[in-house]
């Protein structure tokens, strides 16, 4: 009976002593974050928004060959009363005969409504034009004045070359207009030229007016966002006489500071 309790003793003393070694997770066991999340792999932080460059607007180059392009629907802001190819007959002074173009006498465009001012033979008759000052020679009936006009047009922006090209087609193409097409002649384009400080284009054309053949010249360029056009044209057999006034009244042109 003593062996019997002794035995029943031990057993109990086993049981406790097993149940000592086990522990049992409780919600109020304080648990540490490290044995619940796995390592945490380093991610690259980006301090800097990446830089995003606008590309450059490109400006489309002259070409060599570029030659006045005619196109089927001109635009209207250039109409030059210059061009009219019956101008109103008047009767021309009595000194036009004795006043050789050595001896003209010049004077300077006094309205500055368009914003500049030229030189022009004094005795030339006015024409009024919508964006244009024009003059014209006095001559006897029967016979072609010759006639200098200064455009000005202005644009949204400053224009790049191409624009301006443009423009200068759009002006030459009523010029074209006026006379039969198969008596007419474009000279080559010449881009290798000043006027009013600035790279300009220039041309000259051949045409027939009723039956006299005529001679004409032109020259665009721009300042600031203002195109201007120089035209002059007059009898063929004149050209040559008349070409260094035609050069004085072209250089003659000033823009006005707004």
Request: charged share 20%; with cysteine.
């Amino acid at each position: 009976m003593k062996s019997v309790r002794i035995t029943l003793i031990l057993l109990a003393l086993l049981v406790l002593l097993t149940g000592c070694g086990k522990k049992t997770v409780t919600e109020t066991d304080e648990v540490t974050e490290a044995a619940f999340n796995p390592e945490q792999t380093a991610v690259p932080v980006i301090t800097e928004e990446p830089e995003y460059t606008m590309p450059e607007a490109i400006d489309v180059p002259l070409e060599d060959d570029v030659e006045i392009v005619i196109v089927d629907e001109p635009e209207t802001e250039y109409v030059d009363p210059a061009t009219v190819l019956e101008p109103v007959q008047t009767s021309a002074p009595s000194t036009i005969d004795s006043n050789p173009i050595a001896g003209y006498s010049y004077v300077t465009l006094a309205d500055t409504t368009f914003g500049f001012v030229y030189t022009y033979p004094s005795h030339w008759e006015n024409l009024p034009g919508r964006g244009t000052v024009c003059f014209r020679e006095p001559v006897a009936e029967g016979e072609f004045p010759a006639r200098v006009a200064v455009t000005v047009k202005e644009l949204v922006h400053t224009p790049r070359a191409s624009v301006l090209l443009s423009q200068f087609q759009n002006y030459a193409q009523i010029i074209y207009r006026q006379y039969p097409s198969d008596s007419f002649e474009w000279s080559p384009l010449n881009k290798d030229v000043k006027w009013l400080g600035n790279d300009a284009m220039e041309i000259s054309y051949l045409a027939f007016s009723g039956e006299h053949e005529v001679r004409g010249y032109m020259i665009c360029t721009n300042v600031g966002r203002f195109a201007y056009v120089f035209h002059f044209v007059c009898e063929y057999d004149d050209y040559n006489a008349m070409e260094p006034m035609m050069r004085n009244m072209r250089d003659s042109v000033t823009v006005l500071k707004k």
